[in-house]
């Protein structure tokens, strides 16, 4: 749960009721990445005009939680999240606890999270699905070919890339620090001829393991040899670009 600029409650309200003249149809669409149910305050229902009826009728539905709060600051900090979307800026800045919709670093993903000796399927199979539809592909795991991580980790990452990335043309660019050699190329053109492989430059900045397509980035916990086996917990986040 979070709170709403009084800007953001009125176009919302105006989306639901049907009143095209009064919402701005890009702000409908930003806020709905990020919306939730949210708590209004009473100052904030008196300013914006709400009715009882209406606000009965929002309540009732559990998506709008509306108390008595002294401030703005009280308001915010009684959420679970601790922020207030907005589309304007405090003195042309967005200082915490304030989001902006249209544009700021804050932004919403998908995750999941599990436990060791947890099934990976549903997760393999989810991360196979968002390859499907790229146009180029970059692996980020420093330990993806290296021969001593483990006894078999390079066969274990091996079956999981040939199980994840799709069969189609398309460049894969493999960003790892050891190890890497024709050999670990060819055992994935052996599977299908049509990738373009491409081993790049493992650069010192580079920390984060994850793919990454011209569609979205996959954060991963751990290297991938954590989605393939588990003996370890594993977490992956879904940003959409």
Known sequence: MLALHCDLISE????QRG????YDKETIRKL???????KMSVTQKEHIGLSDELIKSLVDGGFVKIRRFVNEKELIESTKLKIMLTKDSKDGTYPYPYINILNDEVDVSFTATY???DDRDKAIEHIRALLVDANEIS???RYLSKINYSSNSWDTNKLLLLNILPRKAVDIN???QDDWNINRENDLLSIY???SINREEWGRNIHDRYIETDKVIILLSSGLINLASISKDFTYIIKVK
Do not use: H, M, T, V
């Open 19 to 22: 009143q095209i003249n009064k």
């Open 12 to 15: 919302y309200i105006a989306f």
């Open 139 to 141: 692996i980020y795991d």
């Open 32 to 38: 709905f990445k990020y919306l939730q149910p949210f």
């Open 115 to 117: 436990k060791s000796g």
């Open 174 to 176: 493999i960003y790892c």
């Open 193 to 195: 001829s049509e990738w």
